[in-house]
Protein backbone atom coordinates (compact mmCIF):
# COMPACT_ATOMS: atom_id res chain seq x y z
CA UNK A 1 0.00 0.00 0.00
CA UNK A 2 1.02 3.29 -0.09
CA UNK A 3 3.06 4.92 2.76
CA UNK A 4 0.81 8.09 3.28
CA UNK A 5 3.18 10.42 5.45
CA UNK A 6 1.11 13.30 7.32
CA UNK A 7 3.69 16.20 8.37
CA UNK A 8 2.73 19.56 9.94
CA UNK A 9 3.03 21.99 6.78
CA UNK A 10 4.16 22.18 3.18
CA UNK A 11 7.76 23.25 4.15
CA UNK A 12 8.28 19.99 6.16
CA UNK A 13 7.17 17.76 2.95
CA UNK A 14 9.18 19.63 0.99
CA UNK A 15 12.42 18.73 3.82
CA UNK A 16 11.25 15.19 3.56
CA UNK A 17 10.93 14.73 0.04
CA UNK A 18 14.34 16.73 -0.63
CA UNK A 19 15.82 13.90 1.61
CA UNK A 20 14.48 11.29 -0.37
CA UNK A 21 15.88 12.67 -4.02
CA UNK A 22 19.54 13.70 -2.32
CA UNK A 23 19.42 10.17 -1.56
CA UNK A 24 18.40 8.96 -4.84
CA UNK A 25 20.79 11.50 -6.85
CA UNK A 26 23.94 9.94 -4.12
CA UNK A 27 23.47 6.76 -5.36
CA UNK A 28 22.71 7.80 -9.18
CA UNK A 29 23.77 11.04 -10.19
CA UNK A 30 22.13 11.15 -13.39
CA UNK A 31 18.84 9.82 -11.69
CA UNK A 32 15.59 10.36 -13.87
CA UNK A 33 13.60 12.51 -12.15
CA UNK A 34 9.54 13.44 -12.97
CA UNK A 35 8.61 16.97 -12.58
CA UNK A 36 5.17 17.94 -11.64
CA UNK A 37 3.98 21.66 -11.87
CA UNK A 38 1.62 23.81 -10.18
CA UNK A 39 1.57 25.11 -6.65
CA UNK A 40 2.43 22.18 -4.88
CA UNK A 41 5.97 21.03 -5.40
CA UNK A 42 7.32 24.31 -4.95
CA UNK A 43 8.14 23.31 -1.48
CA UNK A 44 10.36 20.48 -2.88
CA UNK A 45 12.04 22.88 -5.01
CA UNK A 46 13.25 25.39 -2.28
CA UNK A 47 13.77 22.79 -0.11
CA UNK A 48 16.21 21.07 -2.87
CA UNK A 49 17.41 24.65 -3.78
CA UNK A 50 18.79 24.87 0.11
CA UNK A 51 21.25 22.14 0.19
CA UNK A 52 23.26 23.63 -2.59
CA UNK A 53 24.00 19.73 -4.13
CA UNK A 54 25.29 18.84 -7.76
CA UNK A 55 22.75 18.10 -10.09
CA UNK A 56 24.23 19.00 -13.06
CA UNK A 57 23.89 15.35 -14.16
CA UNK A 58 20.22 14.68 -13.73
CA UNK A 59 17.47 14.43 -15.97
CA UNK A 60 13.97 15.39 -15.78
CA UNK A 61 10.64 14.59 -17.90
CA UNK A 62 7.67 17.02 -16.87
CA UNK A 63 4.12 15.26 -16.67
CA UNK A 64 2.33 17.87 -19.12
CA UNK A 65 2.29 20.74 -20.87
CA UNK A 66 -0.46 23.15 -21.99
CA UNK A 67 -1.30 23.08 -26.03
CA UNK A 68 -2.01 26.19 -27.92
CA UNK A 69 0.03 28.65 -25.68
CA UNK A 70 2.13 30.79 -27.61
CA UNK A 71 5.80 29.87 -27.70
CA UNK A 72 7.74 31.39 -24.99
CA UNK A 73 4.47 31.90 -23.28
CA UNK A 74 5.20 32.69 -18.92
CA UNK A 75 2.65 29.85 -17.94
CA UNK A 76 3.81 27.40 -20.37
CA UNK A 77 5.28 24.33 -18.40
CA UNK A 78 8.50 24.69 -20.70
CA UNK A 79 8.67 28.27 -18.52
CA UNK A 80 7.75 27.03 -15.63
CA UNK A 81 9.48 24.49 -15.38
CA UNK A 82 13.39 26.25 -16.53
CA UNK A 83 12.22 29.16 -13.80
CA UNK A 84 11.10 27.05 -10.45
CA UNK A 85 13.71 23.70 -11.44
CA UNK A 86 16.06 24.24 -14.08
CA UNK A 87 17.80 27.64 -12.99
CA UNK A 88 17.41 27.42 -9.63
CA UNK A 89 18.60 23.74 -9.00
CA UNK A 90 21.44 24.56 -11.59
CA UNK A 91 19.88 21.34 -14.02
CA UNK A 92 21.42 21.21 -17.38
CA UNK A 93 18.32 22.52 -19.83
CA UNK A 94 19.08 19.91 -22.54
CA UNK A 95 18.60 17.35 -20.23
CA UNK A 96 15.19 18.05 -18.72
CA UNK A 97 12.35 17.61 -21.16
CA UNK A 98 8.65 18.66 -21.39
CA UNK A 99 5.20 16.67 -23.87
CA UNK A 100 5.88 17.90 -27.40
CA UNK A 101 9.16 20.17 -26.59
CA UNK A 102 10.71 17.63 -29.60
CA UNK A 103 9.91 20.42 -32.47
CA UNK A 104 7.51 17.34 -34.08
CA UNK A 105 4.17 17.66 -35.32
CA UNK A 106 1.75 17.80 -31.90
CA UNK A 107 -0.09 14.67 -33.61
CA UNK A 108 2.26 11.76 -32.34
CA UNK A 109 3.95 13.77 -29.69
CA UNK A 110 2.74 11.73 -26.93
CA UNK A 111 4.48 8.42 -28.81
CA UNK A 112 7.39 10.14 -29.40
CA UNK A 113 7.67 11.61 -25.68
CA UNK A 114 7.09 8.08 -24.19
CA UNK A 115 10.06 6.86 -25.90
CA UNK A 116 12.08 9.21 -24.93
CA UNK A 117 10.87 8.47 -21.47
CA UNK A 118 11.88 4.91 -22.13
CA UNK A 119 15.80 5.78 -23.89
CA UNK A 120 16.27 7.73 -20.32
CA UNK A 121 16.15 4.39 -18.77
CA UNK A 122 12.67 5.67 -17.65
CA UNK A 123 11.56 7.70 -14.43
CA UNK A 124 13.35 6.90 -11.07
CA UNK A 125 11.44 9.31 -8.45
CA UNK A 126 7.67 10.87 -10.21
CA UNK A 127 6.44 13.84 -8.21
CA UNK A 128 2.56 14.29 -8.55
CA UNK A 129 0.32 16.47 -7.18
CA UNK A 130 -3.56 16.47 -7.38
CA UNK A 131 -6.15 18.52 -8.47
CA UNK A 132 -9.53 18.86 -6.89
CA UNK A 133 -10.75 16.81 -9.94
CA UNK A 134 -8.52 14.07 -8.51
CA UNK A 135 -6.70 14.41 -11.54
CA UNK A 136 -2.75 13.55 -11.44
CA UNK A 137 -0.70 14.74 -14.08
CA UNK A 138 -3.81 16.38 -16.14
CA UNK A 139 -5.40 13.00 -16.33
CA UNK A 140 -9.25 14.09 -15.84
CA UNK A 141 -11.81 11.59 -14.35
CA UNK A 142 -12.55 9.33 -17.04
CA UNK A 143 -8.65 8.72 -17.88
CA UNK A 144 -7.64 4.77 -18.64
CA UNK A 145 -5.67 3.37 -16.17
CA UNK A 146 -3.60 2.41 -18.84
CA UNK A 147 -3.14 5.76 -20.92
CA UNK A 148 0.42 6.79 -21.95
CA UNK A 149 1.17 9.91 -23.33
CA UNK A 150 -1.48 11.76 -25.26
CA UNK A 151 -3.46 14.96 -25.44
CA UNK A 152 -6.41 15.53 -22.96
CA UNK A 153 -9.38 18.25 -22.58
CA UNK A 154 -8.82 19.83 -19.42
CA UNK A 155 -11.83 19.92 -17.38
CA UNK A 156 -14.16 23.20 -16.62
CA UNK A 157 -13.18 23.31 -12.92
CA UNK A 158 -9.41 22.46 -13.70
CA UNK A 159 -9.37 25.45 -15.87
CA UNK A 160 -10.70 27.55 -13.31
CA UNK A 161 -8.37 26.27 -10.49
CA UNK A 162 -5.37 26.97 -13.15
CA UNK A 163 -6.71 30.84 -14.07
CA UNK A 164 -5.10 32.59 -11.37
CA UNK A 165 -1.43 32.15 -12.89
CA UNK A 166 -3.24 33.81 -16.11
CA UNK A 167 -4.49 37.70 -16.95
CA UNK A 168 -8.32 36.07 -17.65
CA UNK A 169 -9.95 32.53 -17.53
CA UNK A 170 -10.17 32.65 -21.33
CA UNK A 171 -6.33 32.40 -21.80
CA UNK A 172 -6.15 28.49 -19.96
CA UNK A 173 -6.21 26.28 -22.60
CA UNK A 174 -8.65 23.88 -23.40
CA UNK A 175 -6.12 21.29 -24.30
CA UNK A 176 -2.65 19.48 -22.96
CA UNK A 177 -0.43 17.32 -23.46
CA UNK A 178 -0.09 14.53 -20.48
CA UNK A 179 1.68 11.53 -19.29
CA UNK A 180 -1.00 8.91 -18.74
CA UNK A 181 -1.83 6.89 -15.75
CA UNK A 182 0.17 4.11 -17.11
CA UNK A 183 2.77 6.26 -17.58
CA UNK A 184 3.68 7.50 -14.15
CA UNK A 185 2.78 3.75 -12.77
CA UNK A 186 6.34 2.99 -14.75
CA UNK A 187 8.43 5.11 -13.13
CA UNK A 188 9.94 3.27 -9.37
CA UNK A 189 8.90 5.75 -7.12
CA UNK A 190 5.64 7.79 -6.89
CA UNK A 191 5.71 10.58 -4.20
CA UNK A 192 2.11 12.25 -4.05
CA UNK A 193 1.98 15.71 -2.42
CA UNK A 194 -0.94 17.95 -1.48
CA UNK A 195 -1.49 20.53 0.78
CA UNK A 196 -5.15 22.11 2.17
CA UNK A 197 -8.74 21.34 2.78
CA UNK A 198 -9.28 21.86 -0.83
CA UNK A 199 -7.64 18.88 -1.46
CA UNK A 200 -8.74 16.62 1.41
CA UNK A 201 -11.75 15.03 -0.68
CA UNK A 202 -9.53 14.29 -3.46
CA UNK A 203 -6.74 12.37 -1.36
CA UNK A 204 -9.21 10.51 0.42
CA UNK A 205 -10.26 9.30 -3.17
CA UNK A 206 -6.80 8.18 -4.22
CA UNK A 207 -5.77 6.76 -1.24
CA UNK A 208 -8.81 5.49 0.42
CA UNK A 209 -11.21 4.62 -2.18
CA UNK A 210 -12.34 1.98 -4.69
CA UNK A 211 -10.03 2.10 -8.11
CA UNK A 212 -11.71 3.24 -10.22
CA UNK A 213 -10.95 5.68 -13.55
CA UNK A 214 -13.57 8.49 -11.85
CA UNK A 215 -11.14 9.30 -9.19
CA UNK A 216 -7.68 9.36 -11.32
CA UNK A 217 -5.30 9.13 -8.16
CA UNK A 218 -6.00 5.96 -7.29
CA UNK A 219 -4.27 4.32 -9.93
CA UNK A 220 -1.31 5.57 -7.35
CA UNK A 221 -3.10 2.03 -5.22
CA UNK A 222 -1.17 -0.32 -8.00
CA UNK A 223 1.91 1.05 -7.39
CA UNK A 224 4.69 -1.19 -5.38
CA UNK A 225 6.08 1.72 -3.82
CA UNK A 226 4.03 4.87 -3.27
CA UNK A 227 4.92 7.88 -0.51
CA UNK A 228 1.38 10.60 0.03
CA UNK A 229 2.78 13.27 1.87
CA UNK A 230 0.10 15.47 3.22
CA UNK A 231 -0.64 17.99 5.69
CA UNK A 232 -2.94 17.14 8.50
CA UNK A 233 -5.70 19.41 6.35
CA UNK A 234 -5.55 17.41 2.80
CA UNK A 235 -5.59 14.12 5.62
CA UNK A 236 -8.57 15.21 7.10
CA UNK A 237 -10.91 12.95 5.30
CA UNK A 238 -8.95 9.69 5.05
CA UNK A 239 -10.69 7.24 7.97
CA UNK A 240 -7.01 5.29 8.62
CA UNK A 241 -5.31 8.90 9.30
CA UNK A 242 -4.43 8.00 12.89
CA UNK A 243 -3.25 4.26 11.44
CA UNK A 244 -1.00 6.17 8.85
CA UNK A 245 0.42 8.38 11.71
CA UNK A 246 1.11 5.22 13.75
CA UNK A 247 2.77 3.12 10.90
CA UNK A 248 5.09 6.50 10.07
CA UNK A 249 5.88 6.71 14.13
CA UNK A 250 6.78 3.27 14.42
CA UNK A 251 9.54 2.87 10.57
CA UNK A 252 11.98 0.81 10.87
CA UNK A 253 15.04 2.59 10.73
CA UNK A 254 15.76 1.95 7.30
CA UNK A 255 12.60 3.05 6.12
CA UNK A 256 12.84 6.32 4.51
CA UNK A 257 10.18 7.74 2.15
P1 LIG B 1 -1.73 22.70 -7.64
O1 LIG B 1 -2.23 21.76 -8.83
O2 LIG B 1 -0.44 22.09 -7.18
O3 LIG B 1 -1.49 24.04 -8.25
O4 LIG B 1 -2.78 22.67 -6.60
C1 LIG B 1 -2.17 20.38 -8.66
C2 LIG B 1 -2.72 19.73 -9.87
O5 LIG B 1 -3.61 20.29 -10.54
O6 LIG B 1 -2.28 18.61 -10.20
Not at 23 to 33: C, E, G, H, R
Not at 57 to 74: I, Q
Not at 195 to 224: D, R, Y
Amino acid sequence: MAEVVIVPSAEAAGELVADSIAALIATKPDAVLGFATGSTPLPVYRALQSRGLDLSAVRGFALDEYVGLPPGHPESYRAVITREVVEPLGLRPELVRVPGDDGGPLEGAGGRYERDIVSAGGVDLQLLGIGRTGHIGFNEPGSSFGSLTRVKTLTVQTRADNARFFDSPDEVPTHCLTQGLGTILRARHLVLLAFGEGKAPAIAAAVEGPLTASAPGSAVQLHPRVSVVIDEAAASQLVNADYYRYAWEHRLPWENL
